[in-house]
């Protein structure tokens, strides 16, 4: 398939029973891809396979456990099976657990850690085999803005994103020459389900520490459809280079007092 066109690619999507990976996933399926959604939640996941379906769309979805070898194995065979072979991977599944580090418990460290870098990393590793013999292939990564701007009480989290950058960075050497893309998306503050669970007190600390560190500008957020276009956008781009950052921000609400 030549670039810029969508319509005959398998497209995996981690992380997709919600938000963003919703986003992204209608995105593509929309386009006539095929998708693969993956998440351990199989209530949602099954909701989003409908909702694809009743619009057309061509989706296989399975369970999906990134912490776990074992589920990541299953999940890109039983994909591979249902819909052929993987042309795409948009690692989107991620955690935050925002606590100040001697609060911390070490269960939430490891799987900040185990979600956020290693996952990625081990996904990466199990589809690149068979893209490097396609000389042809995306990996997407959803990376944040905290990479470069740590937040406070996102320590764990702030040190995966930091580390994926840099891990895309180490994997665009390694697959120059090979046809292989990677795409890292630095994202600002985004609107998703992705703090629903810390509870609105513990939320509302959060940003305003954020507030108070400088950290957050204005009260936007990206939405989840913006950040799914962007992706559609790089991944139909003319293959002109390996690697690719590209920085999303929120829009600032319009100032009517500005001159």
């Known amino acids: 398939m030549a670039d810029g066109q969508g319509g005959s690619r398998t497209v995996v999507v981690t992380g997709a029973s919600s938000g963003i990976g919703v986003a992204i996933a209608k995105a593509f399926a929309e386009r006539g891809d095929r998708v693969a959604i993956g998440a351990r939640r199989m209530d ?30 299953a999940f890109l065979a039983a994909t591979r ?32 850690v185990a979600t956020n870098l290693t996952a990625p990393m081990l996904i990466s590793r199990e589809v690149l085999g068979e893209m490097r013999e396609r000389r042809a292939g995306d990996l997407v990564f959803i990376g944040s ?3 470069d701007n740590p937040r406070p009480q996102q320590a764990g989290y702030s040190a995966t994103k930091a580390a994926i950058k840099n891990f895309c960075r180490t994997l665009a ?25 810390w509870g609105e007190a513990k939320l509302e600390a959060v940003v305003d520490n954020w507030v108070r ?47």
Not at 91 to 100: D, F, K, R, V
Not at 106 to 112: A, D, G, I, K, W
Not at 181 to 191: D, E, F, K, S
Request: hydrophobic content about 40%; charged content about 25%.
């Open 44 to 73: 949602r996941l099954h909701e989003v396979r409908e909702e694809i379906e009743k619009s057309g769309g061509s989706v296989f979805s399975h369970e999906l456990d990134v912490t776990s070898l074992a589920s990541i194995r």
């Open 81 to 112: 099976e249902g819909l052929g072979q993987i042309d795409i991977v948009i690692n989107n599944a991620g955690i935050s657990l925002p606590n100040w580090i001697h609060e911390l418990e070490t269960e939430e460290l490891e799987r900040e």
């Open 145 to 147: 803005d905290n990479a």
């Open 173 to 197: 050497l390694e697959l120059e020459g090979t046809g292989v893309r990677v795409i890292h998306m630095r994202l600002g503050p985004a609107a998703s389900e992705f703090g629903a669970g």
């Open 213 to 259: 560190y400088g950290l957050m500008r204005n009260p936007a957020m990206i939405d989840g459809a913006s950040v799914a276009q962007a992706i559609v956008h790089a991944v139909d781009a003319p293959r002109t280079a390996t690697w690719a950052n590209i920085e999303l921000q929120p829009t600032a609400p319009i100032d009517e007092g500005a001159t």
